[in-house]
């Protein structure tokens, strides 16, 4: 019977020197070293204590470190030494807390249950050494763990079974739910999860179903209120760009977080169809970029949009007219020389 | 003994270099051309072409000439090509700084950001540049500097980065003489 390394919340037993265990608690050791020290880490203390008091209200949290990891796309992580990755992009996918809390709970799942554990003694028993050397080049196990791209690779190297995905659900679910968060929120989230993420999460409608029928097992109670996430605000235009800047068609995200009616959101949404210019894409990032600005929050960034889609589209006066707002609305951009460039030549 | 082993690297890199003489004017691909200044080394990796001072890493002049609708500015190891940012004709100034700060992104570097995006001569032709703060994949603070032309569809691309400290300092002012005198045909 293998030690059992990794108990969530409590002191964990050293395992033995020459045990499967202890090869896996060194790799990931090195890791969490090269994660601490990323400079891709957001140090800000507001972010990374709202992620932590979250997982706070879920487990017992003393032994748990959180990691919020600057860069786009659904990403979370727990290594199986209780150290959990959050990616921005997560944060940004989040309608409400209550969101973020069932998807961290998924996570934490894994962990109390280790399956990670699970993952690599699959990989010593059943690939090898094949499968070792393939998880070495991958970043993972040598090399630094320091990039969003490698602390990906070392999350995927530990992807699960869909048993464990299942198993992973029903505690997860039951862990926010213990924490007050609604149930309900559980299906929402992986019905809005895309297609990255579902790649490592294979969801399906089976496990939707399952999903959904233990939800509707819970027992009646009044679930916290989640408001969408405030300390996330004075980041939304720079994880915007970053999303945008993936060079994959964001469109489905943005019609997701377009619905929020925020200013910024529908601007993304504007700028998804601009970059991708399908037949029919640049009326709907026109329709966009004007419901972004019909916004409370109405971001200058729209303007900036419908006035490169009408210098793109050779439509001069309508440029001229949606740049000349944009100078007016944002007189310290930092592209504003480029801008009085495009007006001058339109 | 050493020289047999660089030579051995050399070819195991698919790696040549030649030093350059000052003011030597150099072709870069896509007809243009630019001067190089006192202390360079020209280097050719893996198909591309840098202009060092002190070795690629430390600092490097990078040039991405001829890239055609649907191209990546460059390949990088490990990562797949359908997995590279492409260019595309289309693209506006803005788009193409957004694409240099996802293909840097791929090429291992973090926390990528541009700016202050601004119109520049490149050569006889009208260009845009850029500045780069960024970080390497062991956490080193770099900068860098871009300038770009986009002609007929035809992206030409140049692209330096240098650790913060020190060699961006160092190496700087020599680039953007470096750039003042690109050429196209």
Known sequence: MLTLLLMAGAARAQPQAD???????????????????????????????????????????????????????????????????????????????????????????????????????????????????????????????????SMAALGASYSHSQSQEREADKTGLEMAAAAGYDPAA??????????????????????????????????????????????????????????????????????????????????GLGEAYRKRGLAGDAALAASWFRAALAAPDAPPLAWRGLGLLAMQNGDKPAARAAFAQYRVMAPDADDRAMIDYYLAQL | MKRAALLLCLGLMACAMHSMEAGEDGTVGNGVSARAEPGFAQIHLAGMRYWTQHGTGLDELAFYTGIKDGQPLFRTPGVRIGEMPVYRARMTPNDIQDLVVASLGKKKMQNVRAGPLRPCPFGSAQGFCFDLTLANDEGLEMRGRAIASARGGVLDLLVFTAPAQFYFTQVSPAVDRIFASIQVK
């Open chain 1, 19 to 149: 045990s499967d265990e202890a090869g896996l608690a060194m790799q990931v050791a090195k890791a969490e070293d090269d994660i601490r020290n990323s400079a891709a880490l957001v140090r800000d203390p507001a972010l990374n204590d709202y992620v932590k008091s979250i997982v706070c209200r879920l487990t017992l949290c003393a032994a748990l470190r959180v990691y919020v990891v600057e860069a786009p796309g659904l990403n979370v992580l727990a290594l199986p030494n209780g150290a959990l990755l959050v990616w921005t992009g997560t944060l940004l996918r989040m309608d409400n807390e209550a969101e973020l809390a069932h998807l961290l709970a998924h996570e934490l799942a894994h962990y109390q249950h280790k399956h990670s554990l699970d993952q690599y003694h699959r990989m010593l028993d059943t690939s090898g050494v094949v499968a070792l050397l393939g998880v070495a080049a991958s970043g993972v196990g040598i090399g630094f763990v320091s990039t969003p791209a």
């Open chain 1, 186 to 267: 559980a299906p929402a989230l992986w019905r809005a999860a895309d297609a990255d993420f579902l790649k490592r999460h294979p969801s399906g409608e089976e496990r939707l179903a399952a999903l959904q029928e233990l939800v509707q097992q819970m027992p009646a109670r009044t679930w916290n209120s989640s408001a969408a996430l405030p300390v996330t605000a004075p980041y939304l235009e720079r994880w915007i760009g970053e999303e945008l800047r993936r060079d994959t068609d964001t469109v489905a995200l943005f019609t997701h977080l377009a619905v929020s009616g925020r200013g910024l959101c529908r601007y």
